[in-house]
């Protein structure tokens, strides 16, 4: 079975861009949560998404947005990037409560 | 507020060795807790969990046990190998299976001399 993939791997962006990432979980999973992970803050839950609907979130501004299609892949969107949004964002997915999250390699986005 | 801690930064084992990961929670709510590795450069590999309603869980080499009178779990590595060097990131959520929102810990850094 494919692990999950995240794509871009890594991405450049500058102060006040967009930004998209994707991800498609393992296939016959239908829960997606993203996470960022920093040096100072370590990794934060963003949030989670079950069968195309938000199930939970963290605590994030609204920049950071997500979405999941009927086939189960996801993606996040970050609005007006500012620098400290520069971190790893790791995707992970799961058939759903109960069992564990398997992480994709993420995409490191820099904020210049 | 951190709910869940790693309060050692890094730990040094010799090969063949036990290795004892701790970690330790504050909130009591959480009920399923999980042990990942992460090399850099890639994501975090599941390697082992634990829900509330038991005290010990194996698989091979790694073993989770969990104290929930001390809101305590550790993870016992044997025997330790070089390849087990990486950072090691202890997880716990709640809700009864209802979501998949983890709460991480810092990390600790297992290094395995041989």
């Known amino acids: 079975k494919a692990g999950v993939t995240q794509t871009p791997r890594y991405l450049i962006k500058t102060r006040g861009q967009q930004v998209t990432l994707s991800c498609s979980p393992i296939s016959g999973h239908r829960s997606v949560s993203w996470y960022q992970q920093t040096p100072g803050q370590g990794l934060q839950f963003l949030f989670e998404y079950f069968s195309e609907t938000q199930r939970n979130k963290g605590n994030f501004p609204g920049r950071f947005s997500g979405r999941q299609f009927s086939n189960s892949r996801s993606e996040m969107n970050v609005s007006t990037l500012e620098l400290g949004d520069s971190a790893l964002y790791l995707c992970?997915?799961?058939?759903?409560?109960?069992?564990?999250?398997?992480f994709g390699d993420g995409t490191r986005l820099s904020i210049l | 507020d951190q709910q869940v801690k790693q309060n050692s930064p890094s730990l040094s084992v010799q090969e063949g060795r036990i290795s004892i990961l701790n970690c330790d929670y504050t909130n009591s709510m959480f009920d399923y807790f999980l042990w990942y590795k992460k090399y850099p450069a890639e994501g975090p590999t599941f390697l082992i969990s634990?829900?509330?309603?038991?005290d010990k869980n194996e698989d091979g080499r790694f073993t989770v046990f969990l104290n929930k009178s001390a809101k305590h779990l550790s993870l016992h590595i044997v025997p330790s190998q070089p390849g087990d060097s990486a950072v090691y990131f202890c997880a716990a959520s709640g809700g009864g299976g209802a979501t998949n929102k983890l709460i991480f810990g810092t990390g600790t850094l297992l290094a395995v001399q041989p």
């Open positions: 634990i829900s509330s309603i038991k």
């Open positions: 992970a997915s799961s058939e759903g409560g109960g069992e564990p999250q398997h």
